[in-house]
T-cell receptor, first 115, second 114 residues
Framework: EAGVTQFPSHSVIEKGQTVTLRCDPI?????LYWYRRVMGKEIKFLLH????????ESGMPNNRFLAERTGGTYSTLKVQPAELEDSGVYFC?????????????FGSGTRLTVV | DQQVKQNSPSLSVQEGRISILNCDYT??????FLWYKKYPAEGPTFLIS?????DKNEDGRFTVFLNKSAKHLSLHIVPSQPGDSAVYFC?????????????FGKGTLLTVNP
């Protein structure tokens, strides 16, 4: 089966600009997660979708971040306006069941650099 | 406040020897623990996990040990191979309503020298 696909793989934008990251989960996976790793730090939870519904967005840094999941399929994460501290690698993951013993399948990530 | 700590940023071992990666946690509500391996430019991939009701889980060359009283777990790789060179992340999650949310450590870069 195809894995979790994220694009772009890299994005370099100027402070104040808008960037939209996209994630295509594994087909049939109802649960979709966004995580972020800021350089040198741990991978941190951002939010969790079940189908098209946001179940938990407690990890979203602030209201400059907006995530959507249209029709319960792919998801987008928009940062507007981007700030320097938003730089990092944004990972998307998906799973059929929440709390699955085997963990989640992660995408390769989008490396965002804000200059 | 880091709830999952990997205090060794890096570890270097010789091929064929044992690699031991350590992880400590502070949140008593965690009851399931996972190890992920990450190669450069790739996402983390699931390696092995352990429930808090166990103290050991083995899968081939990989064994995870859990010491619940010490809030400590470790990943043993025996024998280590050059292809094991990667960043290893320890992760934990709670039960019930929060069982979807993983809390990660900062990772340990393992280098296995031929």
């Amino acid at each position: 089966e195809a894995g979790v696909t994220q694009f772009p793989s890299h994005s370099v934008i100027e402070k104040g600009q808008t960037v939209t990251l996209r994630c295509d989960p594994i087909s049939g996976h109802d649960n979709l997660y966004w995580y972020r790793r800021v350089m040198g730090k741990e991978i941190k939870f951002l939010l969790h979708f079940v189908k098209e519904s946001k179940q938990d967005e407690s990890g979203m840094p602030n209201n400059r971040f907006l995530a959507e999941r249209t029709g319960g399929t792919y998801s987008t994460l928009k940062v507007q306006p981007a700030e320097l501290e938003d730089s990092g690698v944004y990972f998307c993951a998906s799973s059929q069941d929440r709390g699955t013993a085997g963990g989640y399948t992660f995408g390769s990530g989008t490396r965002l650099t804000v200059v | 406040d880091q709830q999952v700590k990997q205090n060794s940023p890096s570890l270097s071992v010789q091929e064929g020897r044992i690699s031991i990666l350590n992880c400590d946690y502070t949140n008593s509500m965690f009851d399931y623990f996972l190890w992920y391996k990450k190669y450069p430019a790739e996402g983390p991939t699931f390696l092995i996990s352990i429930s808090s009701i166990k103290d050991k889980n083995e899968d081939g060359r990989f064994t995870v040990f859990l010491n619940k009283s010490a809030k400590h777990l470790s990943l043993h790789i025996v024998p280590s191979q050059p292809g094991d060179s990667a960043v290893y992340f320890c992760a934990a999650r709670g039960s019930g309503g929060s069982n979807y949310k993983l809390t990660f450590g900062k990772g340990t870069l393992l280098t296995v020298n031929p």
